[in-house]
């Protein structure tokens, strides 16, 4: 009698379908890795996908959210953001950058090239390179898809089948709410789900090379994560209640980091250094 043979023919095909689908996933995690650090990835939802879901997530937030009407920042914004764009290596994506007219220290990327900046953020920035410390790290998350991973590692322990049925649905309300949460956007859109330190440390990595390569002073990293430390309070919870890595231990880590930009900072075709400050 084989092993297979002492369970119903029901079970038989769930065990073989679980086989096959532990096999695929061996062969998408084999097949993507995230830019610059080359982390190998468990990615089930295709790209293609993803971006669709970002896009349409992104005009449900812009159709709720006031914009801002301040000049210096939308100027700022979109200059910073299209320097960015320029060194991120996707071309396929339709970049748009906003000012959401609110006090929350908060910004965020969906796949695409959709990003959002809120103004309460930009007085701890200060000067052009600090926005784009914040702008690279978060452009940085939807680089790596870092939200697709999530959301992939979701289907896994929800079970394959509805893994599979998730990736293959037609676009709807609730895949915009499953995107957003994915990408760690604000919890009014929907569950807010903090990125792992590994992520987080990760669009730091990628995203303090990005700033170099646009031409912005990658000094700028450390000190505007001492500076929105400072602007916290003391508030914040200690590093090992996080899932995000404590604000003095990422600055750490960036100074860490800083040989290589500065490599990069050297090679970049226009050095635009701390750039315009904001005024006060």
């Known amino acids: 009698m084989t092993f297979l043979s002492r369970f119903s023919r029901r079970s038989q095909m769930t065990a073989v379908i679980v086989l096959l689908a532990a096999v695929c996933l061996a062969g998408w995690t084999g097949c993507h890795s995230t830019p610059v ?16 879901m970002g896009v349409d997530a992104y005009g449900e937030i812009l159709a709720k959210e006031k914009l801002s009407t301040n000049q210096q920042y939308i100027d700022m ?14 071309p396929d994506y339709d970049w748009e950058f906003k000012v959401i007219a609110s006090e929350q220290q908060n910004a965020f990327a969906l796949p695409g090239g959709k990003v959002a900046i809120h103004e309460g953020i930009l007085p701890i920035c200060q000067n052009e390179a600090g926005l784009a410390v914040v702008m690279s790290h978060e452009i940085a998350h939807a680089l790596a898809r870092h939200g697709g991973e ?7 322990q929800t079970g394959i089948q509805k893994g599979v049925q998730f990736a293959t649905r037609q676009r709807s309300e609730s895949e915009q709410k499953v995107i957003l949460s994915a990408y760690g956007v604000a919890s009014q859109y929907g569950v807010m789900l903090p990125y792992s330190r590994k992520q987080e440390s990760e669009a730091d990595h990628i995203g303090l090379l990005m700033m170099a390569k646009a031409g912005y002073e990658p000094e700028e990293a450390p000190r505007f994560w001492e500076r929105f430390a400072g602007a916290k309070g003391g508030d914040s919870p200690a590093e090992f209640l996080s899932t995000h890595p404590a604000d003095q231990r990422r600055a750490d880590d960036l100074r860490a980091l800083l040989p290589k930009a500065m490599e990069e900072y050297s090679k970049a075709g226009t050095r635009h250094g701390i750039g315009e400050y904001l005024a006060r």
């Open 37 to 52: 650090t080359g982390r190998r990835q468990l990615l089930v939802v295709p790209e293609k996908q993803e971006v669709a």
């Open 77 to 90: 914004v979109n200059r910073v953001g299209k320097r960015i764009a320029a060194v991120a290596d996707r």
């Open 150 to 156: 999530r959301m992939s590692h979701a289907a896994l």
